[in-house]
């Protein structure tokens, strides 16, 4: 069962994503500066992933 929220804690699906960004890209800049990924791996992963829909 679903919970109910109140408008003032709700969020919109923007937001969401956008917060959802921003903590992917800092994951990978603290990878990538700690020099255990490359940016060209992640864009990899991500192409492989998209197509093995």
Known sequence: MTEQVDKEQAVT??????SHSYE????ITV???????SRSE????????KNSK
């Open 13 to 18: 699906i923007e937001e969401l994503v956008v």
């Open 24 to 27: 992917m890209l800092a994951l």
């Open 31 to 37: 990878l990538e500066n700690k020099g255990i990924l």
């Open 42 to 49: 992640i864009i990899s992963v991500i192409n492989e992933l």
